[in-house]
């Protein structure tokens, strides 16, 4: 970890419009969003408060924070430090519990809250320093900290707000986070309202296969006389529900495994064409099964990329499956490879049931069902598209979708990083 200083301000009781600024710069500089800016601007403000009420006043230290390992997060770090008395019992103040002058430390505690790190060091008769970090997000891939020197001109050239401009500011930042809130409320109930349409499916997904076991164990118990077809017979059949249910649950499982990092990937060099041809072999039964017809066409020379070859088959089973399972009998679907600059392409299309537009954006959320009711008795769980999704991103790949709407059929494009042979 590697701390980079960029700017201190002076904490007084008037200067607190200052230390709101320079943070509202920074959190611009590093891209912050909204919500995240106003929650960091919010917690700074607090404790420069509590700086000046208890102390008299202090310093805020801007910092850049580049961890050890370059795939960490990166952070911006506000640093406060007061002369003042001192905290007896952080944690007893952290926690709730009583404080200096006989009032709850709500400015600590609720800091603390607004931030992605946040320690307090203190003891009675000594000074505090607080410090406060947010994690820099990707937006536009890493920050790079050879631009730190321009960052820290820019930031000397630019003047202090004054008392109105800042609270001209403060309205409109607690107008759009108010509507951020609600926007992000909204999305809540939606997603509630997935979770809950996908459990209710799941259960019938699991109750059909488990009846049709439950009913051929009662049958082969009633009749022991069964002939050897018979038994045959049905033992097939709850051959059929078994591997459907493991498949349901291997495919929850593997979300789950994905989504918290712990899938370990046996990166090798694959050659895509000969990838495709597999995976191909592998969902033959889904096209033919249901009468589709299925076209390939390869890319003319080799397309190597590094990869693991079980996850990446995977991901193409999963797109040919899922463009058998939504188009209607008797229809197509191509599948073709191509190079676009240092990149590999693999496109799934059919002549499907399409997807609706308001759909499209989050067709590869979990729990979203791409296609409701387009094609009997095949709405599937919404979780094959998002694990399509989770393992093309740990293969520095993007997967997209595109639709011209119901009964229009479906894109899926997969664009892997190629490597050399």
Do not use: C
């Amino acid at each position: 970890m590697k701390r980079h200083p960029l700017v201190t301000a002076r904490i007084t009781g008037a200067g607190l419009i200052n230390v709101r600024d320079r943070t509202r710069q920074l959190a611009g500089s590093f891209q912050l969003d909204q919500l995240q800016a106003t929650r960091l601007i919010t917690a700074v403000s607090e404790i420069a408060r509590n700086a000046v009420e208890y102390a008299g006043g202090g310093t805020a230290t801007f910092f850049f924070e580049e961890p050890a390992r370059r795939e960490g997060p990166q952070y911006l770090v506000v640093q406060i430090a007061d002369k003042g008395p001192g905290i007896a019992d952080v944690e007893a103040v952290l926690a709730g519990g009583p404080a200096r002058r006989g009032r709850a430390p709500v400015g600590l505690a609720g800091a603390r809250r607004l931030v992605d790190g946040f320690l307090v060091e203190s003891a009675a008769g000594q000074n505090t320093t607080v410090t406060l970090k947010t994690v820099i997000p990707r937006i536009a891939g890493r920050f790079d900290p050879a631009r730190l020197p321009q960052l820290v001109e820019e930031l000397v050239r630019q003047r202090p707000a004054s008392a109105l401009e800042e609270l001209e500011r403060q309205n409109r930042e607690m107008l759009s986070t108010l509507e951020e809130l609600r926007l992000r409320q909204l999305e809540l109930e939606r997603a509630d309202e997935r979770k809950n349409h996908f459990l209710a499916v799941l259960a019938h997904e699991l109750r059909t296969p488990l009846g049709t076991l439950q009913l051929m164990l009662e049958i082969i118990a009633r009749n022991p006389n069964l002939s050897a077809d018979e038994l045959d017979q049905r033992r097939r059949l709850m051959a059929r529900q078994t591997e459907q249910m493991t498949k349901l649950v291997s495919d929850l499982i593997d979300v789950s495994r994905v989504s918290q990092g712990k899938v370990d990937l046996v990166r090798v060099p694959l050659e895509l064409n000969e990838l495709v041809a597999q995976s191909l072999e592998i969902a033959q039964g889904a096209v033919t099964g249901r009468r589709h017809t299925l076209t390939v066409q390869r890319s003319p020379g080799d397309l190597w990329t590094l990869g693991d070859a079980t996850r990446l088959r995977q991901v193409l089973v999963n797109l040919v499956q899922n463009a058998a399972r939504y188009t209607p009998e008797g229809g197509r679907i191509a599948v073709r490879l191509s190079r676009e600059g240092h990149r590999a392409l693999i496109e799934v299309a059919d002549n499907g049931s399409g997807i609706e537009p308001d759909v499209l954006p989050h067709i590869f959320d979990l729990f979203v069902q791409g296609h409701p009711g387009a094609v009997e008795g095949h709405s599937g769980l919404g979780i094959g598209l998002t694990l399509v999704r989770r393992l093309v991103a740990e293969h520095g790949g993007i997967v997209t979708a595109s639709s011209l709407g119901p009964g229009q059929g479906s894109l899926f494009t997969v664009s892997l990083p190629l490597e050399s042979a």
